[in-house]
């Protein structure tokens, strides 16, 4: 069955880096375009990134372009979100998702990043 | 960038009842690119409906969605009590994915 694993949250301070890795497995991983979600505590769900399966094309939400890189090894079947001048409004538990036509459908259980000083 | 506008904020309705939710497009959206999510405390979202009516895999026929246009619709019929949770529509179109704010279903 299709299984998305989140790894790399944790704590960190304002203007720091972070990256976290999703290893995913049950489905042949190049052939998918994949997402980031985020939802930051007692909120709702935020799109963050996405990059197609060849990772010839990515799109970002404006909140995180120019800050997070997503990127994707296909050889470890491994998605990564690179964070980077974290902001503590970028505390929140981050999904990788796979796309299917454009709907998300299937979710890692995520990674919770906490920004504090 | 499309805006996705859910109502209710919260439904208080009771098993057997029928919980209807609506998510409203600031901007006309394909009904291809239209689709629901379910949410409950400390689990990730599961996809739900795509394509505004298309059942995912396992998803009971109770669930229904509908509209064009501007204007979504997720019917739950004959509310079971895992069926208490949080209810996201989702957008995608060009570049951008954008979800709505989400409608709490609870016990009521």
């Known amino acids: 069955q299709v299984l998305l694993v989140e790894s790399g949250g944790g704590v960190v301070q304002p203007g720091g880096s972070l990256r976290l890795s999703c290893a995913a497995s049950g489905f042949t991983f190049s052939r998918f375009g994949m997402h980031w979600v985020r939802q930051a505590p007692g909120k709702g769900l935020e799109w963050i990134a996405f990059?197609?399966?060849?990772?010839?094309?990515?799109y970002y939400a404006d909140s995180v372009k120019g800050r997070f890189t997503i990127s994707r090894d296909n050889s470890k079947t491994t998605l990564y979100l690179h964070m980077g001048s974290l902001r503590t409004e970028d505390t929140a538990v981050y999904y990788c998702?796979?796309?299917?036509?454009?709907?998300?459908?299937?979710w890692g259980q995520g990674t919770l990043v906490t920004v504090s000083s | 960038e499309i805006v996705l506008t859910q109502s209710p904020g919260a439904l208080s309705l009771s098993p057997g009842e029928r919980a209807t939710l609506s998510c409203r497009a600031s901007q006309s959206v394909d009904s291809n690119n239209l689709a629901w999510y379910q949410q409950k405390p400390g689990q990730a979202p599961r996809l739900l409906i795509y394509?505004?009516?298309s059942r995912a895999t396992g998803i009971p026929d109770r669930f229904s969605g509908r509209g064009s246009g501007t204007d979504f619709t997720l019917t739950i019929n004959r509310l079971e009590p895992e069926d208490f949770a949080v209810y996201y529509c989702?957008?995608?179109?060009?570049?951008?994915?954008?979800f709505g704010q989400g409608t709490k279903v609870e016990i009521k």
């Open positions: 394509s505004t009516s």
């Open positions: 990059i197609r399966f060849d990772a010839t094309t990515e």
């Open positions: 998702a796979r796309n299917y036509g454009g709907e998300l459908d299937h």
């Open positions: 989702q957008q995608f179109g060009g570049s951008t994915y954008t």
